[in-house]
């Protein structure tokens, strides 16, 4: 019966509701699915710290996480979760693979870490940061522990191992983000960030089977005041990487270093040096990825991070230094790109190219006075000016080509727009001089802020032929962003399906070609 009477209040309330007419250009409120499917996101809660391994077994990429519910549990939260994907266009829920402990015991609640797999015992290790609840003086609040599995589903706690920095002259406060990696002497190495000091340190150990581990000293002091988390060691091509976190709220990104050997790429910091890997210190995105780590199925190598959410979906609160932004949000997945001198980028993923397959019918809804239609897909803008094209779906890919008809011509596009709107928000390539560009932030409109701090992208070389293919994704509020494959944007923008777009000039001339919409 109150089955029967809820189905009865839908249908009543159904009768009243006003069809919203998707032929308008008006914004309108749009929110959130539950659970999204191309940027990952648990139907409760919201993903940390992405672990990702390649298991060599399935064939397929399982990416382990902390999952955050909101609220957590007091004391005991962050239990290791899992998804699988075989090329990142889908991915199937493994639920929970490693749970917290009790209050009393190390791995109350749990923290990153990584997993490999032993061809020796045919077993699976994952290497996790033990969070004690409430540790006394002489107790660690961290400590690094290990779980194996036959078969990635059932998982046992070792109750013998046990990493605690304190015995290595290394800090009880901060031991954390266990990072397990196979180095060129065919040894399993662990590196650890921790403290030594008070100076920011990756702790290095070495093993033959993965229980037994022996002190290696330190692998690499951090420069400065910095701290490292989320530490990822790998060699693609001829070249070893560190891609980290930083965890500085000034800073706050995904960022990495790179050597031809093992002892070069620790000496990128030797005494605060600070010798980066390419003109922008490093960087792979915006402030809105966080905690990427890598893997590789032997052809191509992944990054997967967290895009983090915005009180009150507020897509000016980001956390501008020296506030951080929210903890956890959606799985996102880029492709690590290998230059000629080494240096990375991220791009596209190829499987979401291929499942984003449907073209929409482009429809145009207004264009200001100082845009020429040239073609069907191809425009001139100049001076202040913008075309406004119809509604998106919940998840799309916009592409487009640009090209400047000078060297310091500012453009972007801009999203949950409306004829109506006194603000959306705008992703702008802007000059930052007349050889380097940079991807912004900005909110416009009547009443819109103008540039938001904190959430800005990274400087990169203006093509020399003034050309930029961009590619964006967007899967309901989380918004990825490709040009040329030399510069990635990651933004959380809320409203952004069902609404209009555009694309805009902002001053001097631009050529716009190749315009198209795809769904799946």
Not at 71 to 98: C, F, K, R
Not at 392 to 421: A, M
Request: a negative charge; charged letters at 20%; one cysteine or more.
């Amino acid at each position: 019966m109150v089955a029967a009477l809820a189905m009865t209040a839908c249908s009543e309330s159904d009768d009243t509701v006003e069809a919203k007419d998707w032929s308008t250009d008006t914004y309108f409120a749009s929110s959130d699915a539950q659970s999204m499917a191309t940027y990952y996101k648990p139907s409760v809660g919201y993903v940390g710290d992405p672990m990702p391994f390649y298991d060599p077994k399935a064939g397929n990429f399982k990416i382990l996480y902390l999952q955050d519910f909101r609220p957590n549990q007091a004391g005991t939260y962050h239990p290791i979760w899992g998804v699988e994907t075989t090329d990142g266009s889908s991915y199937t829920s493994l639920g929970e693979l490693i749970s917290c402990g009790g209050l009393k015991e190390q791995d109350a609640a749990l923290g990153t870490g990584s997993t490999v797999y032993n061809d020796a015992d045919g077993l699976y290790y994952t290497f996790y940061t033990g969070n004690k609840y409430q540790p006394t003086a002489d107790e660690c609040a961290e400590a690094v522990m290990m779980a194996t599995s036959p078969d990635f589903k059932t998982w046992s706690k070792s109750r013998t191992f046990l990493l605690r920095g304190s015995d290595y002259g290394y800090s009880r406060s901060d031991f954390r983000d266990p990072f397990v990696f196979k180095g060129d002497d065919g040894k399993w190495h662990m590196i650890v960030s921790t403290y030594a000091n008070s100076k920011g340190t990756l702790a290095e150990f070495v093993s033959s089977d993965l229980r037994s581990w022996t002190s290696n000293g330190r692998f690499m002091n951090m420069m400065w005041d910095r701290f490292y988390e989320c530490p990822d060691v790998f060699k693609m091509g001829d070249w070893w990487y560190l891609v980290y976190s930083e965890m500085h709220a000034a800073v706050r990104r995904v960022q990495y270093f790179k050597g031809k050997t093992l002892e070069e790429l620790k000496a990128c910091t030797a005494n605060d040096a600070g010798l980066w890997p390419d003109s922008h210190e490093g960087f792979l995105d915006s402030r809105a990825l966080y905690a990427g780590k890598t893997a590789s199925d032997g052809t191509n190598r992944y990054l997967w991070g967290w895009c983090p959410t915005r009180p009150g979906n507020d897509n000016t609160a980001v956390g501008a230094y020296p506030n951080e932004p929210e903890w956890a949000g959606n799985l996102v997945m880029h492709r690590l790109i290998q230059h000629a001198d080494g240096s990375l980028t991220l791009g596209e993923v190829p499987a979401l190219s291929t499942k984003y397959n449907k073209v929409q019918t482009l429809t145009i809804d207004s264009m200001s006075e100082n845009v020429v239609r040239q073609g069907d897909n191809n425009f001139s803008l100049s001076g202040n000016s913008s075309i406004l094209f119809s509604r998106l779906g919940s998840c799309n890919r916009i592409s487009f080509t640009v090209k400047t008809t000078g060297n310091t011509d500012r453009f972007g596009l801009s999203l949950v727009r409306g004829s109506d709107s006194e603000k959306y928000y705008s992703i702008i390539v802007n000059p930052e001089s007349d050889s380097r560009r940079k991807i912004n932030f900005e909110q416009g409109g009547q009443n819109g802020i103008g540039f938001i701090a904190g959430a800005d992208g990274y400087a990169f070389d203006r093509p020399a032929d003034n050309t930029y293919n961009v590619t964006v994704y967007t899967d309901n509020s989380v918004c990825v962003v490709y040009v040329n494959d030399v510069a990635s944007y990651t933004g959380r923008i809320y409203g952004i399906q069902k609404n209009c777009w555009s694309i805009d000039c902002f001053g001097g001339g631009i050529a716009v070609s190749n315009v198209e919409v795809r769904q799946y």
